[in-house]
């Protein structure tokens, strides 16, 4: 956690002042942090790091702090008992104490969670839990759920229309900043620490950007070549975009679809940086749009990386736990098999497309591939593994499925398909 040289009553209340809007759960807690933050600039980078993961710390561990905190839930006491249990002492918290809270916080650290369930254990709502573990079993499941609790690692994708890794490498440890390479993507570099990066001259030359490791491996598993014609459906701020321009080797026709206006604007700076001029960004209303419609067809490649709960990146977004409900889930997969269909008509006989989630479930995965498939005998399903191999892949898997506790990502799901020839 990040250590700020003494805990003072005022930071202390920034931190209860930003939980108390988090756990209204109305907007999404990255955003409601940038917010705060904008407004209060006097915070430095120590304090706006104590403050984050402070609260972050909260909203990972909910349930099992609201047991510890007994009758009285308040985000001061969650805030206090969170400190406690990430090791911070009565002594460094002595300053932003009130009268009983000390004696208050010794139970709360001798606390026992025998009477627990295993959800609250867990620090699951109870409908994701009893889910995951009919899909991954009990036993796998606490430590899938201890995976999801931990903060997630900072990893970079190395450009190589800029650079390579080792250059990279060569110089962040230049400037002291420690990094390895990746596991699994040629093109990763997992960072020790968390360092503010944004005015680094290696990011301002667009020699890296910031893009979990398993998120890379979904382009690399789409493998678009020089010369073809291949969209990114789902293009959101445009990381996976900016990885399958760098694959073609700026080479073909790359599109870049979404409906959104403002996520398609922030695509035009990190293309600029990129040095990629093979990107074509184009807002549709909607995945049948007729701007979708006039390629059908004629495109090499699609990926799709559907919208989805998001529950394979809790350890960045823990409060999407607290905000997803059954309810959104079903609604999401209705909306994943529409676009996953209009995606299928760009394809090409003996083209590809990878269907893509950062999520956790089946129904929002297999579920929706298999009905897929049934509904397109069209298209066949071709082994990620064998696709992987290139790669050093460790197995034949069917489909691909990365979970932090087995491959240190986030959880990614991806399946890759072909439409038959003739």
């Known amino acids: 956690m990040t250590r700020v040289a003494r805990l003072t009553p005022a930071l202390f209340t920034h931190g209860e002042t930003v939980l108390a809007q988090l756990l209204t759960f109305a907007h999404p807690a990255d955003g409601v942090l940038s917010h705060y933050f904008r407004e209060h600039r006097n915070l430095g980078h120590g304090d706006r790091g104590f403050i984050a993961e402070a609260v972050f710390a909260v909203l990972r561990r909910r349930r099992s702090l609201e047991a ?16 406690v249990q990430q090791g911070r002492n009565l002594r460094e918290l002595e300053p932003v104490l009130r009268d009983g809270e000390a004696a208050w916080l010794g ?15 867990l620090d699951l709502p109870d409908w994701l839990y009893e889910r995951l573990a009919a899909q991954f079993g009990a036993e796998e499941t606490v430590a899938l759920a201890r995976a999801l609790n931990q903060p997630a690692p900072l990893d970079l994708r190395v450009n190589e229309l800029k650079t390579n890794r080792p250059a990279v490498l060569e110089r962040l440890a230049a400037d002291g900043i420690a990094a390895r390479e ?13 360092p503010a990066l944004a005015r680094h001259p290696l990011f301002l030359e667009g020699a890296f950007e910031v893009q979990d490791e398993g998120s890379q491996l979904l382009g690399l598993l789409l493998a678009p070549r020089r010369g073809e014609m291949v969209a990114d459906f789902c293009a959101g701020a445009g990381g996976k975009t900016l990885l399958l321009g760098a694959l073609m080797r700026n080479t073909g026709r790359l ?86 269909a209009a995606a299928a008509t760009l394809v090409r006989p003996g083209g590809r497309l990878v269907y893509a989630t950062c999520s ?37 898997a069917p489909r ?22 003739g």
């Open 68 to 83: 510890r905190c007994g009758a009285e839930i308040t985000p001061r006491r969650l805030l206090l008992a969170a400190l």
């Open 182 to 194: 990746g596991s699994l993507s040629p093109l990763a570099i997992r960072l020790a620490e968390k």
């Open 255 to 340: 599109y870049a679809f979404d409906v959104s206006e403002k996520r398609l604007a922030n695509l035009k700076p990190r293309l600029a940086r990129s040095g990629l001029s093979n990107v074509h960004p184009v807002r549709i209303e909607h995945e049948r749009d007729a701007k979708v419609k006039r390629l059908a067809g004629k495109l090499d490649r699609v990926l799709v990386d559907a919208p989805c709960s998001g529950l394979g990146t809790l350890r960045r977004n823990p409060d999407l736990k607290w905000r997803q409900t059954p309810a959104a889930v079903a609604e999401l997969n209705d909306k994943q098999a529409s676009i996953l």
């Open 360 to 396: 956790l479930l089946a129904e929002e995965n297999d579920q929706v591939v298999d009905a897929f498939l049934a509904a397109h005998p069209d298209f066949e399903l071709l082994p990620v593994g064998r696709e992987l191999e290139r790669l050093g892949w460790p197995d034949s």
């Open 107 to 121: 139970q709360v650290k001798g606390f026992d969670d025998a009477g627990l369930s295993p959800a609250q254990r």
């Open 400 to 421: 691909l499925q990365l979970l932090p506790h087995r491959q240190g990502t986030d959880g990614f799901y991806a399946a890759l398909l072909e439409r038959r020839k």
